[in-house]
């Protein structure tokens, strides 16, 4: 059983079994971060602030599966079409070493270095720099001395350290509604007080109120070279999909959108480490259903070069708040078509 299972799945025995348990768990976690909330807002402590840069955190309301991840691709790329440098900052979820490392796409460093989605940041990015660390306050001003003037805090909502010009939340389900380990909220929804701009996806919880609104779409297959597909030949071809990540199923209902016909779904846990065992099944399946072996490109970032199977690519389209989103960050509106691709 997953913590995915619990937290969004049917309730059932092991949800009423685990209740008890995870509830008072639950409760001192808000006491907690609630307690922690209180000292930032009454100035016990007090947040980094880095001069001469635009500070923009993307962030959310619970963990894993928000996102995230697109909104701050979009943004990184559009700030660097508007003439910005631009600097991701990331703790790296996932990755073995727990040193500060600062790359970009042009020499990226191994996944259990860094983690999968600073790696596909940067090489959605090129020329953008990909700050990983615990300290991000510290990541903040060590890229602001190399000239870094947009940085932006990957999943920083929580992380008050570091002050912030805009707060932008990505609205998501919040599953069963509780906090963790209970459920996956990291805060109440009264927490959105501190945000800047809502954002939500089509389709997500919240989308009706959110500030801004985008859709992801589907946009290219890239295959193990680089080389890259079109979606379209994926309709009335059988796959199978590979993925370690929170909510595979939203994977899923991309691949059926686009003609596919799904033989089967092999899904782990988020940020998964693929063994070889593991890969070897998934290739065995595809070959059994004749179908094409598709992950995700976060995911693809954990595989082994050279493995037989294409990442789906998705591009995120704002269709409402574009004037907004562009006040609140000062960049030009018209220069968003020129930072896709």
């Known amino acids: 059983m997953t913590w995915e299972s619990l937290w969004y799945g049917p309730r059932g025995w092991r949800t ?38 635009t500070v923009i955190s993307v962030g959310n309301l619970l963990v894993g599966g928000a996102g995230k991840t697109p909104v701050a691709i979009f943004l990184a790329r559009w700030a660097s079409a508007c003439g910005r440098k631009v600097a ?8 073995a070493s727990t040193q500060e490392v600062h790359f970009t796409s042009a020499q990226l460093p191994a996944v259990e270095a860094v983690g999968d989605e600073p790696r596909l940041i940067a090489r959605r990015c090129p020329g953008v720099e990909v700050w990983v660390g615990a ?29 912030r010009d805009v ?55 890239i295959e193990a070279n680089g080389e890259q597909r079109p979606v379209e030949s994926l309709r009335g071809r059988a796959v ?7 909510r595979p199923e939203r ?25 070889r065992m593991e890969l070897e099944k998934a290739q065995a399946t595809a ?9 995700t490109e976060k995911d693809r970032e954990r595989l082994p070069d050279g493995l037989d199977a294409l990442a789906l690519r998705v591009e995120l389209e704002v269709t409402h708040g ?20």
């Open 167 to 221: 707060d932008l939340v990505v609205l998501s389900e919040a599953g069963n509604g509780h906090r963790l380990p209970w459920g996956p909220l990291r805060e109440s929804p009264a927490a959105l007080s501190r945000a800047t701009l809502t954002w939500a996806a089509a389709g997500a919880s919240g989308e009706a109120i959110a500030h801004v609104r985008s859709r992801l779409a589907a946009t290219a297959l």
């Open 322 to 341: 574009l004037d907004a989103l562009a006040h609140a960050l000062g960049l030009d509106k018209a220069l968003v078509h020129s930072s896709r691709g």
């Open 16 to 53: 009423a079994v685990l209740a008890p348990a995870l509830a008072p768990l639950s409760w001192l976690y808000s006491a907690g971060v609630a307690a922690r909330n209180a000292a930032f807002s009454l100035g016990l402590r007090r947040p980094v602030r880095v001069g001469g840069a």
């Open 135 to 163: 300290k991000r306050a510290s990541l903040a001003l060590a890229a602001r001395e190399r000239g870094a003037d947009f940085l932006l805090l990957d999943d920083g909502f929580q992380h008050r350290q570091l002050h």
């Open 287 to 295: 070959r059994k259903h004749g179908a094409l072996l598709v992950t």
């Open 88 to 95: 991701v900052l990331s703790r790296g979820y996932g990755r």
């Open 251 to 275: 994977v899923v209902r991309t691949l059926e959108a686009l003609g596919a016909r799904i033989a089967h779904v092999h899904a782990y846990v988020d940020h998964h480490a693929f063994s």
């Open 240 to 246: 199978v999909l590979l993925a370690g990540i929170a």
